[in-house]
């Protein structure tokens, strides 16, 4: 089993910067992809960006696509989620996610992208754009 702390959350005003970590501890960080999600007030949980275990394949959310990189870290167990030229619409709570074994043509055809694939969740960290 795996624990996830997000941090980094915050206030950022429209076309600023914000860099979300996610700590993992319990077992070795290179055995889970890794991802974050968020949530919106009234609206459900949608995907934002994923990385595989190694780091070589990444995925991101059509929303945040050339704005946001995510990141990892495996000596460190941290994934990253660097966020550049935010907008309002960006105002969520982020979360991070983690899952173990999986088959690979779940993941990569489309699996890492659905919460569904992941077991582990962290307990989220606010990010709040203004405009």
């Known amino acids: 089993q795996v624990q996830l702390v997000e941090s980094g959350g915050g206030l950022a005003q429209a076309g600023g910067s914000l860099r979300l970590s996610c700590a993992a501890s319990?077992?070795?960080?290179?055995?889970?992809?890794m991802a974050w999600f968020r949530q919106a007030p009234g609206k459900e949980r949608e995907f934002a960006a994923a990385?595989?275990?190694?780091?070589?394949?990444?995925y991101y959310a059509d929303s945040v696509k050339g704005r946001f990189t995510i990141s990892r870290d495996n000596a460190k167990n941290t994934v990253y989620l660097q966020m550049n030229s935010l907008n309002p619409e960006d105002t969520a709570v982020y979360y991070c996610?983690?899952?173990?074994?999986?088959?690979?043509?779940?993941?990569?055809?489309?699996?890492?992208?659905?919460?569904?694939?992941?077991?582990?969740w962290g307990q989220g960290t606010q990010v709040t754009v203004s405009s």
């Open positions: 990385i595989s275990w190694g780091g070589a394949s990444t």
């Open positions: 996610a983690a899952v173990g074994a999986v088959a690979p043509g779940r993941y990569y055809s489309g699996g890492a992208r659905v919460s569904e694939t992941y077991d582990y």
């Open positions: 319990g077992r070795t960080f290179s055995d889970y992809a």
